[in-house]
């Protein structure tokens, strides 16, 4: 009844009510997941939360990903488990000693290969690595909405200054032309930052900012300077324009990135795998290195910062009328803003890994696996994870978000969706128009007219892009239409 000893019964000799029943409850599940999924696109399409649409979208093709994983190792798992290879090469780079899986490897090659030959990978293992892989990437995802959920509630707590700004109920061409002049020193935002010796110490500047990163990483003095600074570079004329707004809505633009497992994190997977040797401790060095990444994303942040004030306070003695900081892509490593974010991605993956391979050990192999190792090796690096979820969604993530935002350039996120849809229209028309002229070589007056149009057409959306994110002042304000 048996197809064969010790394969267990084969289909053919299988109650067709077991069959059944395990087909349903697969089926079910597997629809109640797509349902669910379904259901959360449209709720966020409704809303017109496009980047978080788009997250999910992202999270539909992880999942595609591991479908086809999972197809690939189900459907190719005999063959590879029928590979034979001399015995002397499974004895080296083990996880566990060589005396713990010897027997297990000399039963099994009694049975697959012949003397001397054991198998590549056994049937066995590929299973438990098809698990793993699932794992990892579910607690990916996990913990990168945790991340963002938590980090963006702290953002939506600095709202209230918005509003105070809005209640000013202040005239834009006034305050323009404000001419109060004050001592720099007097500004909240350089006392915090601006450290009378800090500009002959560097190495004072940044112990500054490591430290500031766990107390206080944004203060409303920071976040008013460094609104007002935005503004000033790349919406003059409107300080109205809703900051707080723009921030959540490039820090949704930016968690589609995030939230997906790119091939080169996998190339880390496939490299901590290899070098996951019995007596290196692999798993617990490794550990550190996205907790010496966060400290010194946060600690970078917080230095972009003291750099913003150190050079507002070095150059002015006294400042007419608000505090306006610089945005420079130059106080950011390789002069990119967006590099940071490549960071977090990296630090809140390798989090993920080290969570996901420490419970699917446990699971699957119990705790006092040989793999598992030491306790005084695997309490650390459960500490170490709490604190990099902690600190991720605590300080460093909202640093980023507002941080990020003192580049040369502004973000997409600035304009409205309907207004980005025509701006691409627009670029693809003029970029079709020039092509076809070309082709035909036509005269390029029209083209030229063609590129003028739509110039002005992109300045006008521009401006009345700024409009919608206009923070509404009190009634009776003459800037509120």
Known sequence: MTGGEGEGTTLEYTPTWVVAGVCTVIVA???AMERVLHFMGKTLKRKNQKPLFEALQKVKEELMLLGFISLLLTVFQNVISKICVPEDLTRHMLPCK????????????????????????????????????FVLAIVHVTFCVLTVLFGGLRIRQWKHWEDEIAKKNFDTRQVLKTKTVTDVHQHAFIKDHFLGIGKNSVLLGWLHSFAKQFYGSVTKADYVTLRLGFIMTHCRGNLKFNFHKYMIRALEDDFKKVVGISWYLWIFVVIFLLLNVNGWH??????????????????????????????????????????VVTPSDEHFWFHRPRFILFLIHFILFQNSFEIAFFFWIWVQYGFDSCIMGQVRYIIPRLIIGVII???CSYSTLPLYAIVTQMGTTFKKAIFDEHVQASLVGWAQKV?????????????????????????????????KASMPEEIQPAAGSEGSK
């Open 29 to 31: 599940i597997s629809l």
């Open 98 to 133: 060589l005396h713990e899986a010897i027997e297990e490897g000399e039963s099994t090659a009694s049975t697959t290969c012949g003397k001397h030959k054991v198998p590549l990978l056994s049937v066995e293992a590929l299973h438990h690595l098809h698990i793993f892989i």
């Open 282 to 323: 692999t798993y617990f060095w490794i550990a550190f290195l996205p907790f010496v990444l966060l400290l010194a994303v946060g600690a970078k942040l917080e230095h972009v910062i003291n750099q913003l004030a150190n050079e507002v306070a070095e150059k002015h003695v006294a400042i007419e009328g608000d505090l």
């Open 389 to 391: 979820q902690v600190l």
């Open 431 to 463: 970029k079709r128009k020039k092509g076809l002229k070309a082709a035909g070589n036509g005269s390029g007056q029209d083209s030229s007219h063609e590129s003028s149009s739509v110039s002005i057409q992109m300045g006008a959306a521009f401006r």
